[in-house]
T-cell receptor, first 113, second 116 residues
Framework: GENVEQHPSTLSVQEGDSAVIKCTYS??????FPWYKQELGKGPQLIID?????GEKKDQRIAVTLNKTAKHFSLHITETQPEDSAVYFC????????????FGTGTRLLVSP | DSGVTQTPKHLITATGQRVTLRCSPR?????VYWYQQSLDQGLQFLIQ???????AKGNILERFSAQQFPDLHSELNLSSLELGDSALYFC???????????????FGSGTQLSVL
């Protein structure tokens, strides 16, 4: 089955800096890669997702890149703000159902003012 | 707000007891998924229902069961509770049962279960 590794487990940056979180996956047939943000006391919130027919997707300060050959994908947050502080999860699955969605172990991002 | 509603937010109970967690999916979503989140296991898929029928099972214990009702809300029943069952339980919903193009999975805010 699919296995997703996520790094780093914690990331501290200064406000205004960029943050990059990386994930690798094992199943070469995986083609759906969402990223979730989980704030304290809340559920995971979908912030961006990418499917394997594209290599990059942007939404304002957030971007995700996908390298299918190397089987890794990354989340890039530019101009970080204190409200970006949260735990971020990557996930991967084949396009056969969300029940197959495998999550990474999470990255705790701390943005200091 | 994702539109997925879970109740209660917190639940404290004793070992051996039984509890029921409730979830209302987003309007129009037919699939409901249950996840368990613990510090050592991360987000683990438990079970999925689609339009009232069980569709997939993950790492769900036999002491746990779920159902989805005609109005599409779902309940997760946890019985003979053990200390190790303490965790955050999330419900998520999507429109269909398959991850078709442009489909997305939305999570509720979770139920924090503490077994003492």
């Amino acid at each position: 089955g699919e296995n997703v590794e996520q790094h780093p487990s914690t990331l501290s940056v200064q406000e205004g800096d960029s943050a990059v979180i990386k994930c690798t996956y094992s199943d070469s047939a995986s083609n759906y890669f969402p990223w979730y943000k989980q704030e304290l006391g809340k559920g995971p919130q979908l912030i961006i997702d990418i499917r394997s027919n594209v290599g990059e997707k942007k939404d304002q300060r957030i971007a995700v890149t996908l390298n299918k050959t190397a089987k890794h994908f990354s989340l890039h947050i530019t101009e970080t703000q204190p409200e970006d502080s949260a735990v971020y999860f990557c996930a991967a699955s084949r396009n056969t159902g969300f029940q197959k969605l495998v999550f990474g172990t999470g990255t705790r991002l701390l943005v200091s003012p | 707000d994702s539109g997925v509603t879970q109740t209660p937010k917190h639940l404290i109970t004793a070992t051996g007891q039984r509890v029921t967690l409730r979830c209302s999916p987003r309007s129009g979503d037919l699939s409901v998924y249950w996840y368990q989140q613990s510090l050592d296991q991360g987000l683990q898929f438990l079970i999925q229902y689609y339009n009232g029928e069980e569709r997939a099972k993950g790492n769900i214990l036999e002491r746990f069961s779920a159902q989805q009702f005609p109005d599409l809300h779902s309940e997760l029943n946890l019985s003979s509770l053990e200390l190790g069952d303490s965790a955050l339980y999330f419900c998520a919903s999507s429109v269909g049962q398959l991850g078709a193009t442009n489909e997305k999975l939305f999570f509720g805010s979770g139920t924090q279960l503490s077994v003492l």
